[in-house]
């Protein structure tokens, strides 16, 4: 027997109750639908936190000199004393297809002063045009405006700002220890304060434009110690790193290329606790859908026993019943699918261009030192598109197991002639 | 958290008292000396007094060297006034102690800044002393039981080696100090710090005895980092006066600001 | 009507019964989502607990008394006296507050340095009381080398892993700490590390110096003071209360003391809370959606598929308003007794098999850290009073939605077009 003849009687079957046959595939499309969305909740939590705790400051991969981590010296600059060739290194860097930007740092520790005030603070020279492709500190801001490339000014932290007592416009002191053994000293404007929700960023960093910093510790415009770079897609910065490398090792001497995944080995951890709670969903919702499904199945099934009865008598073996109900159940999870793809895919879509704001539900937070927002965005869960669709048949299929074994077993002649 | 690493930089900023040990010493040859009494000797000469000189500190670091000559004004322990004179680019800055207070003056941007109690262990002026060094004030005898661990003639020189460890409750970060001392005139010629696992840190090297305002002083001292054997910080003397009357309204922000060399 | 409604409660009934097993499988479907959420709760909740203890054992505790302004100044200057610290106690120890609060820990707290031959680092110095600070924050059974702190001790410090690295410590060194004593003056003391401990978290690990009480009020000349006083309490859910019990307390003993709650002293692990909060918000949500339209779907059809049945019932003399509220009866009663089974089966299946905690270390390497906590990879189950009163509204709720529309079906039918159709 072919199977095409099942098929056709499993459709019309389908289509004979229709409102039947649309509860029970709602009732598995929403299923798929909960959960696939969730997942790409889930996702989009951790893809929050991943990209805001890279992409705050730190970028998705860390370009150093070999010995520059953990002292942070002053002196190791990438490429040594004789420093690097930043534009080129950059050009480089920016050549690899995942990078989507890459933008020079200066680090400095020293002094801020004001008044009667004074706190130790981390210095960092940006790239002001450059920066903010890479990261979103100089997006984070509070009061007053960017500071301006080639002028002594700065941004400082909310907590800081709080502790020096100053304002946009303020003048403060820097004072750092110079690469040359001198005291570098200066007055700086506050051109704005920002605030990141980080309490340590926010009390301890200052940020320089890169060339004044440079003036300000004695080192020349060629010296750095930091590529920051950022990636289109975070996950792709461990293999990324790898090719960096290999790029700049023959140009760039004993460079360090570290892919965020090494530097805060803490968010991937959160990150695969996050997902591996998808099963946990997965079996939660379909456990429940067996049930819904089975039940309703149980009742079609129930209801045509006479016709199940009128095809033994007609010659088909129990073996072929059991076929035709499967094959219901099959048509059936093939439908919800369509369904519940049809209903999920847009809510992905949609969710991934703007999510819904639930700050009204509960204010923002750190976690892991990112900023984490509180909306329902969702990033594309990838494989538990085909995981969860999987779990839809074998509902389909589990729920259908009882109703097709009692169907199988109808006995043709008491059925027919009524009770 | 006294100790001669301490007394070294003190050397320099009130180098004056040297002499009255100086003094003592050649009034009252001594030997067969209890150890306690000879650290104590020279921690005296340590004290008290005005002074006011010129001095040069040489720093050798692995990344750069820098020489610069500085005017230094003291009064007891609790104050001094450091101005750097030259290079052109330091020039002006200065260094107040006062107390266990520490301000530096900036003439570029004209403005005092105290330095916070967590900067204090790093380094001044680029220097290898710390901030701290300059601050302390405790002596010598009340932080360490004192044995003599040598006596007797090291090359041509009378010397005693001393071995100083901490006493049970004091706040002092070596765990051991090794001084050598000149039985002469009870001129120190190095001392040695050591770390908790007996490591050497650091060794302090003094030289050039000559008379300077009337006194005896080491004119030379030199720092070594034991883990940077190539890098070094020296000071050098080159005039110092004593008992010059300085009152202590000298030592204020407002003289930090407004004196002129 | 009540006279009707008893007669429509018993044709209810007898129809469950009858259809013994449909009305098993469409409670089943209910039995099974409410066990599943009644579990997923407990759980939840058990984590959140675990995590805010986990928190505030290493921070401030549940709630902190402190003196004002300390909180944010964090000197010497603002600390609770001698006096002060006795009416703390005193109201501590009546009935009220005796019996939420779990355990307590008196601390002084100072910003200062810690200094060796080697380096110096930043430090928070926590002047504790070895005793009750054991079973306060647990940081004694973080220990890799050396022993905690004990009663007698005096010149010991406890200290974490990466300062003792930063440091060159290794038990019995030297390691001086220096701070602002309560004069204003800068002030050192010498301690011997006793022990190191290693949490994970950087911030601990780097930060954290623990010293005898005794020993950091002598150094400071804090004579009979402290900072704060932790508070750890038996629940979370009782923080409210203990704050507001404990300021009526403090000011009827004219102690000026301020009460946080962990939220306030503690915003970054509130803000970790708060997330998690939202994760389980958005699972539960999803969860509960998934259910009532299990459950909705179950009751629908066994309903829509007894329009002959109505219509028979119709027929023999039942008015429409009649029929439609035995409907109701018979769909509540469905999903109440099955969701109560539900919830009563999942609170006990997780009483039974997870009450000492379900262990998920498989999936992780190691101790998971996060906002300043440990978390252990063992999840103790909650149970509470209000997830019980939510699932309760929430099956009593779904029963009501799920009947509504059969309901208002049921009234609908003709009797003479339902005694057509073919069952």
Same mark, same amino acid.
């Given at each position: 027997m072919r199977a095409t003849p099942w098929r056709r009687i499993g459709w019309r079957n389908l289509g004979r109750n229709r409102r039947r046959t649309l509860f029970t595939l709602g009732g598995l499309a929403i299923s798929y639908t909960a959960v696939v969305v969730m997942a790409g909740l889930g996702r989009g939590m951790v893809a929050e936190m991943v990209g805001n705790g890279t992409g705050?400051?730190?970028?998705? $991969?860390?370009?150093?000199?070999?010995?520059?981590?953990?002292?942070?010296?002053?002196?190791?600059?990438?490429?040594?004393?004789?420093?690097?060739?930043?534009?080129?290194?950059?050009?480089?860097?920016?050549?690899?297809?995942?990078?989507?930007?890459?933008?020079?740092?200066?680090?400095?520790?020293?002094l801020v002063s004001s008044g009667e005030a004074t706190v130790a603070a981390g210095f960092v020279g940006v790239d002001l045009a450059l920066e903010p492709k890479v990261s979103t500190l100089l997006?984070?801001? %509070?009061?007053?405006?960017?500071? !301006?490339?080639?002028?002594?000014?700065?941004?400082?932290?909310?907590?800081?700002?709080?502790?020096?007592?100053?304002?946009?416009?303020?003048?403060?002191?820097?004072?750092?220890?110079?690469?040359?053994?001198? %005291?570098?000293?200066?007055?700086?404007?506050?051109?704005?304060?920002?605030?990141?929700?980080?309490?340590?960023?926010?009390?301890?960093?200052?940020?320089?434009?890169?060339?004044?910093?440079?003036?300000?510790?004695?080192?020349?415009?060629?010296?750095?110690?930091?590529?920051?770079?950022?990636? #289109?897609?975070?996950?792709?910065?461990?293999?990324?790193?790898?090719?960096?490398?290999?790029?700049?090792?023959?140009?760039?001497?004993?460079?360090?290329?570290?892919?965020?995944?090494?530097?805060?080995?803490?968010?991937?951890?959160?990150?695969?606790?996050? $997902?591996?709670?998808?099963?946990?969903?997965?079996?939660?919702?379909?456990?429940?859908?067996v049930f819904g499904v089975a039940n309703t199945m149980l009742m079609a099934t129930f209801e045509r026993r006479r016709e199940f009865a009128l095809l033994r008598a007609l010659g088909a073996t129990p073996r072929t019943v059991l076929r035709l109900v499967f094959t219901e159940a099959v048509l059936l999870g093939g439908v919800s699918l369509i369904c519940g793809m049809m209903i999920t895919f847009p809510i992905l879509v949609w969710w991934q261009h703007s999510p819904p704001d639930m700050s009204w539900l509960y204010g923002g937070f750190t976690m892991a030192g990112g900023l984490v927002r509180p909306t329902l965005r969702v990033e594309y869960p990838g494989a538990i598109v085909f995981t969860a669709a999987i779990a839809l048949f074998a509902t389909a299929l589990l729920a259908a197991t009882f109703p097709a074994i009692r169907s199988s077993r109808v006995a043709p002649a008491e059925t027919l002639m009524g009770r | 958290?006294?100790?001669?690493?301490?007394?070294?930089?003190?050397?320099?900023?009130?180098?004056?008292?040297?002499?009255?040990?100086?003094?003592?010493?050649?009034?009252?040859?001594?030997?067969?000396?209890?150890?306690?009494?000879?650290?104590?000797?020279?921690?005296?000469?340590?004290?008290?007094?005005?002074?006011?000189?010129?001095?040069?500190?040489?720093?050798?670091?692995?990344?750069?060297?820098?020489? !610069?000559?500085?005017?230094?004004?003291?009064?007891?322990?609790?104050?001094?006034?450091?101005?750097?004179?030259?290079?052109?680019?330091?020039?002006?800055?200065?260094?107040?102690?006062?107390?266990?207070?520490?301000?530096?003056?900036?003439?570029?941007?004209? =403005?005092?800044?105290?330095?916070?109690?967590?900067?204090?262990?790093?380094?001044?002026?680029?220097?290898?002393?710390?901030?701290?060094?300059l601050v302390k004030e405790h002596r010598l005898i009340d932080d360490y039981a004192i044995e003599t661990s040598y006596e007797g003639l090291r090359g041509t020189i009378a010397v005693w080696e001393l071995d100083l460890t901490p006493l049970p409750e004091a706040p002092?970060?070596?765990?051991?100090? &090794?001084?050598?001392? +000149?039985?002469?005139?009870?001129?120190?010629?190095?001392?040695?710090?050591?770390?908790?696992?007996? #490591?050497?840190?650091?060794?302090?090297?003094?030289?050039?005895?000559?008379?300077?305002?009337?006194?005896?002083?080491?004119?030379?001292?030199?720092?070594?980092?034991?883990?940077?054997?190539?890098?070094?910080?020296?000071? +050098?003397?080159?005039?110092?006066?004593?008992?010059?009357?300085?009152e202590e309204s000298f030592f204020s922000l407002r003289f930090l600001r407004e004196q002129a060399d | 009507m009540s006279v009707h409604v008893s007669i429509l409660t018993r044709l209810a009934l007898r129809n469950l019964r009858r259809q013994t097993r449909r009305s098993l499988l469409s409670g089943l479907a209910m039995v099974v989502g409410l066990a599943l959420l009644a579990f997923s709760r407990a759980l939840a909740a058990g984590a959140h607990e675990d995590w805010i203890e986990a928190g505030v054992r290493l921070s401030g505790g549940h709630v902190t008394v402190e003196a004002p302004h300390f909180h944010a100044r964090k000197t010497?200057?603002?600390?609770?006296?001698?006096d002060e610290l006795r009416a703390v106690n005193d109201a501590l120890s009546t009935a009220g507050l005796a019996a939420d609060v779990r355990s307590s820990a008196v601390r002084l707290e100072i910003q200062g340095l810690a200094s060796t031959a080697v380096s110096a680092a930043p430090v928070t110095v926590l002047g504790v009381q070895p005793g009750s600070e054991r079973d306060f924050s647990h940081l004694?059974?973080?220990?890799?080398?050396?022993?905690?702190?004990?009663?007698?001790?005096?010149?010991?410090?406890?200290?974490?892993?990466?300062?003792?690295? !930063?440091?060159?410590?290794?038990?019995?060194?030297?390691?001086?700490?220096?701070?602002?004593?309560?004069?204003?003056?800068?002030?050192?003391?010498?301690?011997?590390?006793?022990?190191?401990?290693?949490?994970? $978290?950087?911030?601990?690990?780097?930060?954290?110096?623990? @010293?005898? @009480?005794?020993?950091?009020?002598?150094?400071?000349?804090?004579?009979?003071?402290?900072?704060?006083?932790?508070?750890? %309490?038996?629940?979370?859910?009782?923080?409210?209360?203990?704050?507001? =019990?404990?300021?009526?307390?403090?000011?009827?003993?004219?102690?000026d003391l301020e009460v946080l709650t962990w939220r306030e002293a503690s915003p970054g692990?509130?803000?970790?809370?708060?997330?998690?909060?939202?994760?389980?918000?958005?699972?539960?949500?999803?969860?509960?959606?998934?259910?009532?339209?299990?459950?909705?779907?179950?009751?629908?059809?066994?309903? &829509?598929? !007894?329009?002959?049945?109505?219509?028979?019932?119709? #027929?023999?003399?039942?008015?429409?308003?009649?029929?439609?509220?035995?409907?109701?009866?018979?769909?509540?009663?469905?999903?109440?007794?099955?969701?109560?089974l539900g919830i009563a089966l999942g609170l006990a299946l997780t009483w039974i098999f997870f009450r000492d905690g379900l262990d998920y270390s498989f999936l992780l390497e190691e101790g998971f850290r996060a906002a300043g906590t440990i978390m252990e990879p063992i999840v103790r189950p909650r149970f509470h009073v209000s997830q019980l009163i939510g699932s309760l509204a929430f099956v009593f709720g779904i029963g009501i939605l799920a009947s509504a529309y059969p309901a208002f079906r049921a009234t609908r039918i003709e009797v003479a077009d339902a005694m057509k159709f073919e069952a």
């Amino acid at each position: 027997m072919r199977a095409t003849p099942w098929r056709r009687i499993g459709w019309r079957n389908l289509g004979r109750n229709r409102r039947r046959t649309l509860f029970t595939l709602g009732g598995l499309a929403i299923s798929y639908t909960a959960v696939v969305v969730m997942a790409g909740l889930g996702r989009g939590m951790v893809a929050e936190m991943v990209g805001n705790g890279t992409g705050l400051f730190s970028g998705q $991969i860390q370009i150093h000199a070999a010995e520059y981590l953990p002292e942070r010296s002053l002196y190791s600059t990438i490429g040594g004393r004789s420093g690097l060739n930043v534009a080129a290194t950059l050009a480089a860097v920016e050549a690899d297809p995942s990078v989507d930007a890459a933008a020079p740092r200066v680090y400095a520790g020293g002094l801020v002063s004001s008044g009667e005030a004074t706190v130790a603070a981390g210095f960092v020279g940006v790239d002001l045009a450059l920066e903010p492709k890479v990261s979103t500190l100089l997006e984070s801001g %509070l009061r007053g405006r960017h500071p !301006r490339s080639g002028r002594n000014e700065l941004w400082i932290g909310q907590e800081m700002a709080r502790q020096l007592r100053v304002e946009p416009d303020d003048e403060i002191v820097l004072v750092a220890a110079a690469a040359d053994g001198s %005291l570098g000293n200066d007055l700086f404007q506050v051109a704005g304060i920002f605030s990141t929700g980080i309490a340590d960023v926010d009390r301890s960093l200052a940020l320089v434009p890169i060339d004044a910093l440079q003036t300000l510790v004695a080192l020349e415009p060629d010296r750095i110690h930091e590529v920051a770079v950022r990636l #289109a897609d975070p996950w792709e910065a461990p293999p990324t790193a790898v090719r960096l490398s290999a790029a700049l090792g023959s140009g760039v001497l004993d460079s360090e290329v570290q892919p965020w995944t090494e530097l805060y080995p803490e968010i991937v951890q959160y990150a695969e606790l996050f $997902i591996s709670v998808e099963w946990l969903l997965i079996a939660i919702v379909f456990v429940i859908a067996v049930f819904g499904v089975a039940n309703t199945m149980l009742m079609a099934t129930f209801e045509r026993r006479r016709e199940f009865a009128l095809l033994r008598a007609l010659g088909a073996t129990p073996r072929t019943v059991l076929r035709l109900v499967f094959t219901e159940a099959v048509l059936l999870g093939g439908v919800s699918l369509i369904c519940g793809m049809m209903i999920t895919f847009p809510i992905l879509v949609w969710w991934q261009h703007s999510p819904p704001d639930m700050s009204w539900l509960y204010g923002g937070f750190t976690m892991a030192g990112g900023l984490v927002r509180p909306t329902l965005r969702v990033e594309y869960p990838g494989a538990i598109v085909f995981t969860a669709a999987i779990a839809l048949f074998a509902t389909a299929l589990l729920a259908a197991t009882f109703p097709a074994i009692r169907s199988s077993r109808v006995a043709p002649a008491e059925t027919l002639m009524g009770r | 958290m006294w100790s001669p690493f301490c007394a070294a930089i003190r050397s320099v900023v009130c180098a004056g008292a040297f002499t009255v040990g100086a003094i003592a010493a050649l009034a009252s040859p001594l030997s067969g000396q209890e150890p306690r009494e000879i650290v104590d000797r020279v921690d005296q000469l340590l004290r008290g007094e005005s002074s006011r000189g010129v001095v040069e500190m040489e720093v050798v670091s692995s990344h750069w060297e820098r020489t !610069r000559t500085m005017r230094i004004w003291s009064l007891g322990t609790e104050y001094a006034l450091i101005r750097i004179v030259s290079p052109k680019k330091d020039a002006g800055t200065a260094t107040l102690k006062a107390g266990d207070e520490i301000w530096n003056y900036l003439p570029r941007v004209d =403005r005092a800044i105290k330095i916070p109690t967590s900067l204090m262990s790093s380094s001044w002026m680029g220097s290898h002393f710390t901030n701290d060094d300059l601050v302390k004030e405790h002596r010598l005898i009340d932080d360490y039981a004192i044995e003599t661990s040598y006596e007797g003639l090291r090359g041509t020189i009378a010397v005693w080696e001393l071995d100083l460890t901490p006493l049970p409750e004091a706040p002092v970060i070596w765990e051991r100090i &090794l001084y050598q001392v +000149r039985k002469r005139d009870f001129m120190p010629v190095w001392a040695k710090f050591y770390d908790e696992r007996n #490591a050497l840190v650091r060794t302090l090297h003094w030289s050039e005895y000559r008379t300077m305002g009337g006194r005896l002083v080491p004119t030379i001292l030199t720092v070594i980092p034991a883990d940077q054997p190539e890098e070094r910080t020296e000071i +050098r003397y080159l005039e110092l006066e004593f008992d010059v009357g300085l009152e202590e309204s000298f030592f204020s922000l407002r003289f930090l600001r407004e004196q002129a060399d | 009507m009540s006279v009707h409604v008893s007669i429509l409660t018993r044709l209810a009934l007898r129809n469950l019964r009858r259809q013994t097993r449909r009305s098993l499988l469409s409670g089943l479907a209910m039995v099974v989502g409410l066990a599943l959420l009644a579990f997923s709760r407990a759980l939840a909740a058990g984590a959140h607990e675990d995590w805010i203890e986990a928190g505030v054992r290493l921070s401030g505790g549940h709630v902190t008394v402190e003196a004002p302004h300390f909180h944010a100044r964090k000197t010497l200057s603002y600390r609770i006296s001698g006096d002060e610290l006795r009416a703390v106690n005193d109201a501590l120890s009546t009935a009220g507050l005796a019996a939420d609060v779990r355990s307590s820990a008196v601390r002084l707290e100072i910003q200062g340095l810690a200094s060796t031959a080697v380096s110096a680092a930043p430090v928070t110095v926590l002047g504790v009381q070895p005793g009750s600070e054991r079973d306060f924050s647990h940081l004694a059974e973080r220990l890799i080398n050396g022993r905690y702190l004990a009663e007698n001790d005096r010149l010991h410090a406890y200290i974490g892993e990466k300062l003792a690295e !930063r440091l060159g410590l290794g038990i019995d060194s030297r390691l001086i700490l220096t701070a602002q004593d309560a004069e204003g003056e800068i002030s050192g003391q010498l301690t011997r590390v006793a022990g190191i401990f290693r949490t994970g $978290i950087p911030e601990v690990d780097e930060r954290r110096v623990e @010293i005898p @009480i005794g020993m950091a009020r002598e150094w400071l000349g804090a004579d009979g003071s402290a900072t704060s006083v932790a508070l750890l %309490l038996g629940s979370s859910d009782r923080v409210q209360d203990v704050v507001a =019990r404990l300021d009526h307390e403090l000011s009827s003993r004219d102690a000026d003391l301020e009460v946080l709650t962990w939220r306030e002293a503690s915003p970054g692990l509130d803000a970790a809370i708060r997330m998690d909060d939202f994760g389980d918000w958005v699972f539960h949500s999803i969860t509960l959606v998934v259910v009532a339209l299990a459950v909705v779907n179950t009751i629908l059809m066994s309903v &829509l598929y !007894r329009v002959r049945e109505f219509g028979v019932v119709r #027929a023999l003399g039942l008015t429409r308003t009649e029929t439609g509220v035995q409907v109701l009866i018979e769909g509540l009663l469905l999903s109440v007794a099955s969701g109560l089974l539900g919830i009563a089966l999942g609170l006990a299946l997780t009483w039974i098999f997870f009450r000492d905690g379900l262990d998920y270390s498989f999936l992780l390497e190691e101790g998971f850290r996060a906002a300043g906590t440990i978390m252990e990879p063992i999840v103790r189950p909650r149970f509470h009073v209000s997830q019980l009163i939510g699932s309760l509204a929430f099956v009593f709720g779904i029963g009501i939605l799920a009947s509504a529309y059969p309901a208002f079906r049921a009234t609908r039918i003709e009797v003479a077009d339902a005694m057509k159709f073919e069952a």
